[in-house]
């Protein structure tokens, strides 16, 4: 079997040498990194109309973007960047892993062209970035820091403005300066080993002083340890968790709207160590899998802390009731919100087992959540079935399998009260240029899954029912196109729709390469969605018909050199009230890139003119490294920003200037974060060290 094996591969050198494939160099990883860029940007566009502008999504897609600038070994490549950044079909990626099971890992990436469903066009996309390297290591701790990769991170942050929190006295007004503080450190050790520790200072709070005389007023901090026979990894400190379709418990970006046929379904990433610079949702605490790849288990514990106020109880005063969000927006810099700081905890505990095989996965998880105090139930009518307690349960199965070259997956889960969370999907592979997605979820109206992070419009899962279909279509070499349609309902009242209500988004992109150096990318959206508006006595329903058209044309005359200009357009049409409302974006980016002197050059000038914040449109922007920005343009305005990168062999610098200027008014924000003046500008530096 070796020298048969042998002789193929001798085989497929020979042959692919005939063949022209793209040499590895930058560009082809600049291409694939825009394509990724591409994706999160719809994807995140979605997410930021239902949890908010001000979520930062940083942390969830530094491994993407990382991933995305460097050669991806074929040999331990996970099913999600298979998907994502290689653009492998599950069955592709299941013949992969069924060819390194038989025959054992890849010693040449040609052997690629022996492996069924892969064609010939798939290898040479592929080819320039991907690697050929063992995975396996002899005694691990032999070398255990010989080999080991230090990197520290030190960012800085400012608006340079003065705002009104610190005009005020100390009473009413921020306690500490206006400058954003960061730092991280991670230690690698030969994919058996990694450290972390990181801490954060936001804006306005104190630092070594007052309230934080530890310093930063965010510390995270995890230890990890992994490939270690039959324990698979151990992780003490700060984690993420991803089981099954995320119905009750997830995280990640994928299993949304938006980025295609394959980005609508999760990936189960089981315990991913974080250490955030940012106080977004993780687990805290120690998680554990053991197992092979046949078969393994996961069992975990976290206990995390949300602000907000506690009062005792009318029924008994020893007991304390709390009334605030389980959502945690991690600002400290007044004395009101340092009262509320931790006052409620959260205990999370559970398990995950999973089978595999070949073509099929079976997983269990069940999880237990448990608060320090009572959540009473909500008085406003729309968050009747909201959850209230100091106790969820939640038990679920998940399941995947491949039929020929189609993928079915799903997920099923159950709160304490026997409430279904449901989510069945499916992905066909037609055709190498056809791939098609469809989603079905139905989330009961009471429904509770405090940690649920699966594909639907509310967060977290609860009543919803709807089904979306996405198709992929690939058309030649050049042009490719998405298109897909939601149609969802809510069988309860929601915020600001004031009864049920039946909504349907479509979608429709268009990715165009007329010429080597010419990238065209076109996009529709269209959103029928139902809102309040104020009847004579009560709010009635309308209808709000939204529509969004973006253009983008990516000119790269040169590999160093590039142009971006970009135009986008949002028309509200109000039903009921009989009335439109639009806005405009205009962009123009830059960016040089002259590697042997290690400096990269990014700049924007945008216009943008709308009618009111319902009309604001998305605009991705290059940042920091491990930083992802998209920024909401909405009023009258012109929006710029500058960022040099220099790097040496051992470190990398960047400088950040980005400052919105607005012609339509006199002031910036409101309450401490108002600016008097029509400007806002931002400073940002970062510091990275590798060694």
Same mark, same amino acid.
């Given at each position: 079997?070796?020298?048969?094996?042998?002789?193929? %591969?001798?085989?497929?050198?020979?042959?692919?040498?005939?063949?022209?494939?793209?040499?590895?160099?930058?560009?082809?990883?600049?291409?694939?990194?825009?394509?990724?860029?591409?994706?999160?940007?719809?994807?995140?566009?979605?997410?930021?109309?239902?949890?908010?502008?001000?979520?930062?999504?940083?942390?969830?897609?530094?491994?993407?973007?990382?991933?995305?600038?460097?050669?991806?070994?074929?040999?331990?490549?996970?099913?999600?960047?298979?998907?994502?950044?290689?653009?492998?079909?599950?069955?592709?990626?299941?013949?992969?892993?069924?060819?390194?099971?038989?025959?054992?890992?890849?010693?040449?990436?040609?052997?690629?062209?022996?492996?069924?469903?892969?064609?010939?066009?798939?290898?040479?996309?592929?080819?320039?970035?991907?690697?050929?390297?063992?995975?396996?290591?002899?005694?691990?701790?032999?070398?255990?820091?010989?080999?080991?990769?230090?990197?520290?991170?030190?960012?800085?942050?400012?608006?340079?403005?003065?705002?009104?929190?610190?005009?005020?006295?100390?009473?009413?007004?921020?306690?500490?300066?206006?400058?954003?503080?960061?730092?991280?450190?991670?230690?690698?050790?030969?994919?058996?080993?990694?450290?972390?520790?990181?801490?954060?200072?936001?804006?306005?709070?104190?630092?070594?002083?007052?309230?934080?005389?530890?310093?930063?007023?965010?510390?995270?901090?995890?230890?990890?340890?992994?490939?270690?026979?039959?324990?698979?990894?151990?992780?003490?400190?700060?984690?993420?968790?991803?089981?099954?379709?995320?119905?009750?418990?997830?995280?990640?970006?994928?299993?949304?709207?938006?980025?295609?046929?394959?980005?609508?379904?999760?990936?189960?990433?089981?315990?991913?160590?974080?250490?955030?610079?940012?106080?977004?949702?993780?687990?805290?605490?120690?998680?554990?899998?053991?197992?092979?790849?046949?078969?393994?288990?996961?069992?975990?514990?976290?206990?995390?802390?949300?602000?907000?106020?506690?009062?005792?109880?009318?029924?008994?005063?020893?007991?304390?009731?709390?009334?605030?969000?389980?959502?945690?927006?991690?600002?400290?810099?007044?004395?009101?919100?340092?009262?509320?700081?931790?006052?409620?905890?959260?205990?999370?505990?559970?398990?995950?087992?999973?089978?595999?095989?070949?073509?099929?996965?079976?997983?269990?998880?069940?999880?237990?959540?448990?608060?320090?105090?009572?959540?009473?139930?909500?008085?406003?009518?729309?968050?009747?079935?909201?959850?209230?307690?100091?106790?969820?349960?939640?038990?679920?199965?998940?399941?995947?399998?491949?039929?020929?070259?189609?993928?079915?997956?799903?997920?099923?889960?159950?709160?304490?009260?026997?409430?279904?969370?449901?989510?069945?999907?499916?992905?066909?592979?037609?055709?190498?240029?056809?791939?098609?997605?469809?989603?079905?979820?139905?989330?009961?109206?009471?429904?509770?899954?405090?940690?649920?992070?699966?594909?639907?419009?509310?967060?977290?899962?609860?009543?919803?029912?709807?089904?979306?279909?996405?198709?992929?279509?690939?058309?030649?070499?050049?042009?490719?196109?998405?298109?897909?349609?939601?149609?969802?309902?809510?069988?309860?009242?929601?915020?600001?729709?004031?009864?049920?209500?039946?909504?349907?988004?479509?979608?429709?992109?268009?990715?165009?390469?007329?010429?080597?150096?010419?990238?065209?990318?076109?996009?529709?959206?269209?959103?029928?969605?139902?809102?309040?508006?104020?009847?004579?006595?009560?709010?009635?329903?309308?209808?709000?018909?939204?529509?969004?058209?973006?253009?983008?044309?990516?000119?790269?005359?040169?590999?160093?050199?590039?142009?971006?200009?970009?135009?986008?357009?949002?028309?509200?049409?109000?039903?009921?009230?009989?009335? %439109?409302?639009?806005?405009?974006?205009?962009?123009?980016?830059?960016?040089?890139?002259?590697?042997?002197?290690?400096?990269?050059?990014?700049?924007?000038?945008?216009?943008?003119?709308?009618?009111?914040?319902?009309?604001?449109?998305?605009?991705?922007?290059?940042?920091?490294?491990?930083?992802?920005?998209?920024?909401?343009?909405?009023?009258?305005?012109?929006?710029?920003?500058?960022?040099?990168?220099?790097?040496?062999?051992?470190?990398?610098?960047?400088?950040?200037?980005?400052?919105?200027?607005?012609?339509?008014?006199?002031?910036?924000?409101?309450?401490?974060?108002?600016?008097?003046?029509?400007?806002?500008?931002?400073?940002?530096?970062?510091?990275?060290?590798?060694?």
């Amino acid at each position: 079997m070796t020298s048969l094996r042998k002789f193929i %591969t001798t085989a497929m050198v020979v042959s692919a040498a005939i063949c022209q494939t793209n040499a590895q160099n930058d560009t082809v990883h600049d291409a694939v990194n825009e394509q990724v860029l591409d994706n999160l940007e719809y994807i995140i566009e979605g997410k930021l109309e239902t949890v908010g502008d001000e979520t930062d999504f940083s942390e969830e897609i530094s491994e993407l973007l990382v991933e995305g600038k460097s050669q991806s070994n074929i040999n331990s490549v996970s099913a999600q960047i298979a998907a994502i950044k290689l653009q492998l079909t599950d069955y592709q990626y299941y013949q992969l892993q069924k060819y390194i099971y038989t025959y054992g890992e890849l010693v040449s990436l040609y052997e690629l062209y022996a492996i069924e469903g892969f064609d010939k066009k798939t290898v040479e996309r592929i080819i320039p970035i991907i690697k050929a390297n063992p995975t396996k290591r002899r005694k691990p701790f032999a070398h255990f820091f010989r080999n080991g990769r230090h990197e520290l991170l030190l960012r800085y942050g400012q608006i340079l403005e003065k705002q009104e929190g610190y005009a005020k006295t100390e009473t009413d007004g921020y306690l500490g300066s206006p400058a954003r503080l960061a730092f991280k450190y991670t230690f690698r050790s030969n994919d058996i080993f990694t450290f972390g520790i990181s801490g954060e200072k936001d804006a306005g709070e104190q630092f070594f002083r007052g309230a934080e005389k530890q310093g930063f007023d965010f510390y995270s901090f995890h230890l990890e340890f992994k490939n270690l026979g039959l324990l698979r990894k151990v992780v003490i400190g700060d984690y993420k968790l991803n089981f099954g379709q995320g119905v009750i418990l997830g995280s990640g970006l994928t299993g949304t709207k938006g980025g295609g046929a394959v980005s609508c379904r999760k990936f189960t990433t089981g315990i991913r160590a974080v250490t955030p610079i940012n106080e977004g949702e993780f687990l805290r605490g120690a998680a554990i899998e053991v197992g092979n790849a046949s078969y393994n288990g996961t069992i975990f514990y976290s206990h995390t802390f949300y602000d907000g106020k506690t009062t005792p109880s009318e029924s008994n005063e020893d007991e304390l009731i709390f009334e605030g969000s389980l959502n945690n927006t991690g600002y400290h810099r007044t004395e009101n919100e340092i009262e509320k700081k931790n006052a409620l905890m959260k205990r999370l505990y559970g398990f995950h087992v999973q089978i595999n095989r070949r073509i099929f996965r079976l997983g269990v998880q069940g999880i237990r959540s448990e608060f320090s105090h009572e959540i009473l139930p909500n008085e406003k009518t729309y968050q009747k079935y909201k959850f209230s307690g100091k106790g969820s349960s939640n038990l679920s199965i998940d399941y995947q399998l491949i039929l020929k070259k189609h993928l079915l997956y799903g997920e099923i889960g159950t709160d304490k009260n026997f409430r279904i969370g449901l989510l069945q999907g499916a992905t066909f592979n037609f055709d190498p240029c056809v791939k098609m997605s469809a989603i079905f979820r139905y989330y009961d109206k009471k429904f509770t899954a405090l940690n649920s992070n699966a594909f639907g419009e509310n967060s977290p899962n609860q009543n919803e029912t709807g089904l979306y279909v996405v198709t992929d279509i690939i058309l030649g070499r050049k042009a490719e196109i998405s298109v897909s349609g939601d149609f969802y309902r809510h069988n309860w009242l929601q915020y600001g729709i004031d009864a049920p209500s039946k909504n349907c988004d479509f979608i429709c992109q268009a990715k165009i390469s007329p010429a080597k150096h010419l990238k065209i990318g076109l996009r529709y959206d269209y959103r029928h969605k139902a809102y309040n508006t104020s009847g004579e006595h009560l709010n009635e329903i309308g209808i709000r018909h939204r529509h969004r058209v973006k253009a983008a044309l990516t000119y790269t005359p040169y590999n160093f050199l590039k142009f971006k200009t970009e135009t986008g357009f949002i028309a509200n049409r109000y039903e009921t009230a009989k009335k %439109t409302k639009s806005g405009v974006l205009f962009l123009q980016d830059i960016d040089l890139n002259l590697e042997k002197a290690g400096l990269s050059i990014k700049a924007r000038l945008a216009y943008f003119d709308t009618d009111s914040y319902d009309e604001r449109i998305y605009a991705y922007e290059s940042d920091l490294l491990y930083s992802f920005t998209i920024t909401p343009h909405f009023d009258t305005g012109i929006r710029g920003f500058l960022m040099i990168k220099y790097g040496y062999k051992w470190f990398d610098i960047w400088v950040r200037v980005a400052r919105t200027f607005y012609t339509n008014k006199e002031s910036v924000g409101s309450g401490l974060e108002k600016i008097d003046a029509p400007h806002k500008t931002e400073l940002k530096a970062q510091l990275v060290i590798k060694m």
